[in-house]
């Protein structure tokens, strides 16, 4: 997918990726998109979008989406929501703070959309360790609601939910 108007190209994970340099300042997503991406994309755990400059002389970033369902009650029933989750998200460290995180955000509803129009899905979740960024209403700011959090493991994890 390409957007002139705004310089970058979208593209599904591909071994031609590898070829450059990334660092978002968090060694456990530098690992990831060089390490561990391709073994979870074989597997169908998840889909790992990137996005590139126009150019393609710089990985901007990385984000994947894969598949969960969360029970809710709805009418006094119990029922599996299908929705999609926003799992990683990262941004080389020099472009973090340009919107580069709003423009991955958008980019993941425009696909929850279409997969919501082909097998059915109600919404993007977010689930996260990063108090920072539900502080800071990261995701609030561009539409998700927080719907519960809980201790894991001795770390607080929320949810957040972009309702379709």
Known sequence: MRNEETGYILEKLHIRHTQYDFDCGMEEYNE?????????????????????TKNRDTLIGYFTLSNKSIRAEIRDTIYDQPLCLLGRMAIQKHLQGKGWGTKFIHKAIDICYQISDMAGCKGLLVETYFLDLIESNFYQNR???????????GRTRYRLLYPL
């Not at 539409?143 to 493991?153: A, P, R, S, T």
């Open 32 to 52: 990831y998109i060089r390490e561990r991406a391709f073994d979870e994309i074989d597997i169908k755990n998840t889909q790992v979008y990137v996005f590139l």
């Open 143 to 153: 539409g998700f609601q927080q719907i519960d959090e809980h201790k894991i493991h």
